[in-house]
């Protein structure tokens, strides 16, 4: 098994840019979750999604950001316009149903300059 | 709304030597998850130990083992026989009913050879 996969691992950006951050989740899981982790914040749920429908995004911090998972095999973290506030390590995770657990993928580190 | 607090933001112990991490938590779910997720400096989040609410006896991994008092809202971790490769960022997670995880501020386990 691959695990969650990201892409891409590292990210360096201007400020004023658009970013897309990917996520392809463990086969079979039916959720799937979007967390930025910083020093000051910790890590954040920014939004999650069950069978591909969008259930909670009160974490999303503002308009800037969308996600999207158009099939149950991918989905995309959009920043647009980025801001050097939104640097930060930004992890996807699947879970299989009511099972709990969580699988993290390797994360994206993000700077924006 | 859950709370999870971890007041040991580091710890360190001695290479074969055994550390207990502590962690309490609140909630208003009358069945939910508790969880020890790993991140070592590669920043990948690794689950260490999972323990069902609903039972009495304590979750056991190898040489991780956790001491799970319910009533007192405490959930420590055991980390026996100490490894050089223990050494991470260590946080205590719940989740509530609609698979949403609540972390902890963490804490950073150093392992002295």
């Not at chain 1, 086969?27 to 979007?34: C, I, K, V």
Request: net charge neutral; charged share 20%.
């Amino acid at each position: 098994d691959a695990g969650v996969i990201q892409s891409p691992r590292h990210e360096v950006t201007e400020m004023g840019q658009e970013v897309t951050l990917r996520c392809k989740p463990i086969s079979g899981h039916d959720y799937l979750f979007w967390y930025r982790q910083t020093m000051m914040r910790g890590l954040e749920l920014l939004i999650y999604f069950n069978n591909n429908v969008p259930i909670d995004d009160s974490g999303m911090p503002e308009d800037r950001f969308s996600a999207k998972m158009p099939n149950a095999s991918f989905s995309t973290l959009k920043i647009q316009p980025s801001e050097p506030r939104d640097s930060a390590v930004y992890f996807c995770a699947s879970s299989a149903g009511r099972s709990y657990e969580q699988y993290f993928g390797p994360g994206t580190r993000l700077t924006v300059t | 709304a859950q709370t999870v607090t971890q007041s040991q933001p580091e710890m360190s112990v001695q290479e074969a030597e055994t550390v207990t991490l502590s962690c309490t938590y609140d909630t208003s779910e009358s069945d939910y998850y508790l969880f020890w997720y790993k991140q070592p400096p590669s920043r990948q989040m690794i689950l260490v130990i999972r323990q069902e609410a609903y039972k009495q006896q304590n979750a056991t991994e190898n040489r991780f083992s956790v001491n799970f008092q319910k009533a007192a809202k405490s959930f420590s971790l055991k980390i026996s026989d100490s490894q050089l490769g223990d050494a991470a960022m260590y946080f205590c997670v719940t989740n509530n009913a609609g698979n949403m995880l609540t972390f902890g501020g963490g804490t950073r386990l150093m392992v002295k050879p």
